[in-house]
């Protein structure tokens, strides 16, 4: 049986355009691993405190010392590592929010991302602990930002690719929902996309 995260991070939750691109990955998901569990988590409801100094703490303190807090922010991190780890698929839906990741899915990075259990330093160089998953991502945009004269003010995916990669989801591929603030591009920019998920070979 295949494990599939699927992480929602648009602040419209299931109505967004990364949310609704997303789903379509996870369908296209079942129908080629009809056995899969789909463990879905909803970063507009489940938050995910940023880190603060108390917070940081907890992953260094030994857990016998721990304040109320610092048991909260390992319990969450544990879980949510947990589910990454036991996960064989992730797919993450994203929107590009003034250029950048929401904040609630770089709150739960902060969380996954932990030396000696999602990477480590070896000969002072890291490595990602994280192997053998595939990462889909469902990036959505009023513009369009993967070709010229945008490309290069898009840091959703480089940043995801250079940080997943970091923690060892190095098999990531993309897809995109653009111009949905574009007049004449809008109307079809979702159905597109769905259609090349769907003509994709999972």
């Known amino acids: 049986m295949k494990k599939i995260l699927h992480i929602i991070s648009s602040i419209h939750g299931e109505i967004s355009s990364s949310s609704q691109l ?6 296209n998901l079942k129908n080629a691993y009809p056995d899969s569990q789909v463990n879905k988590l909803d970063l507009s409801e489940s938050h995910f405190p940023y880190l603060e100094a108390k917070h940081f703490e907890a992953f260094f303190t030994p857990a016998e010392h721990h304040t109320a807090i610092q048991r909260e922010v390992f319990g969450r991190s544990g879980q949510a590592i947990t589910e990454l780890k036991e996960a064989d698929f992730i797919v993450i839906g994203l929107p590009i929010y003034n250029l950048g990741i929401p904040a609630s899915l770089k709150g739960w990075i902060d969380y996954v991302a932990r030396v000696g259990e999602t990477f480590s330093y070896v000969d002072n160089a890291p490595i990602g602990l994280l192997t053998d998953k595939k ?15 945008m490309k290069s003010y898009d840091f959703t995916e480089p940043y ?5 990669g970091f ?16 007049p004449g591009v809008k109307e079809t920019a979702l159905s597109k996309a769905q259609e090349t998920v769907s003509e994709f070979t999972f």
Do not use: H, K, N, Q
């Not at 995801?160 to 997943?164: H, V």
């Open 135 to 149: 990462v889909y991502l469902a990036i959505a945009s009023g513009g369009i930002y993967s070709e010229e004269p």
């Open 160 to 164: 995801l690719r250079a940080m997943l």
């Open 22 to 27: 997303s789903d379509t990955i996870v369908e």
């Open 167 to 182: 923690i060892g989801l190095t098999d990531l591929t993309a897809f995109r929902v653009e111009g949905t603030a574009i």
